[in-house]
């Protein structure tokens, strides 16, 4: 689970690397965000490039967690690294390719099908 502190990887080309989180919004205040919640998040490193700043505020999107996801039909899935995916306030993306996988129960929310389209694959 996502908790506030907590440093994670940004998963698009938006110009982030690595973001800590500031505040989970819309979870269990006790257990924490999991995938598909948003966030705010500080950057704390940065590619070169890119037109974001060090230690600015930003939304993001939790797509991948460590911790083991159980789904209805008996598989389980997780991942390796905590990552995330920079948005705006109106749920859209700040970049224009996402690296990797997310989850699946992802693609069934409407504002969030031009996130999923970005990434390569859904599990």
Known sequence: MIQMGT???AMDNSGAKRVKCIKPIKCSKKLGAKGGDRI???LKSIRTDKKLKRGEL???LVTRIKK????????CIWFNFNN?????LKRSPLSTRAFGPIYMELKWEKDLRKL????GMTV
Request: net charge positive.
């Open 7 to 9: 440093v994670l990887r």
């Open 40 to 42: 705010l998040i500080s």
């Open 58 to 60: 930003h939304w993001s």
């Open 68 to 75: 083991i996801k159980k789904r209805f039909d008996g598989s």
């Open 84 to 88: 995330v995916m920079v948005i705006n």
């Open 116 to 119: 999923v389209g970005l990434a």
